[in-house]
């Protein structure tokens, strides 16, 4: 099983950048999948979740409007548009996939059982 992620880097203050979440060794489409982020020094946050056929999908409060998560299962892959990029959202990135998400959990990071090694997203001010 692994998650990779890729798209990370450097972007200025209202810039975009799309992270790219690639998934292989396991039944990819069976899997809902999450975005959490990790700044120096903080704990491990909430981003952004979709299910697995893409009909519901969550948003950390700070990101909505700003950030749309989407899948395409046909090529294992999800991806986190962020537009409007804030100094704030600098940190590194992970993807992580859950078999089973508890109804209203979908925020929780001991939901998901398979976690990529992050990218690292840097905006400067």
């Known amino acids: 099983v692994q998650l990779v992620e890729s798209g990370g880097g450097l972007v200025q203050t209202g810039g975009s950048l799309r992270l790219s979440c690639a998934a292989s060794?396991?039944?990819?489409?069976?899997?809902?999948i999450a975005w959490f982020r990790q700044a120096p020094g903080k704990e491990l946050r909430f981003v952004a979740a979709i299910t697995r056929s893409s009909s519901s999908t969550w948003y950390e409060d700070s990101v909505k409007g700003r950030f749309t998560i989407s899948r395409d299962n046909a090529k294992n892959t999800v991806y986190l548009q962020m537009n409007s990029l804030k100094p704030e959202d600098t940190a590194v990135y992970y993807c992580a996939a859950a078999s089973t998400v508890a109804s209203g959990r979908e925020d929780s990071a001991d939901q998901y059982e398979h976690w990529g090694r992050g990218a690292q997203v840097t905006v400067s001010s």
């Open positions: 060794g396991f039944t990819y489409d069976n899997y809902a």
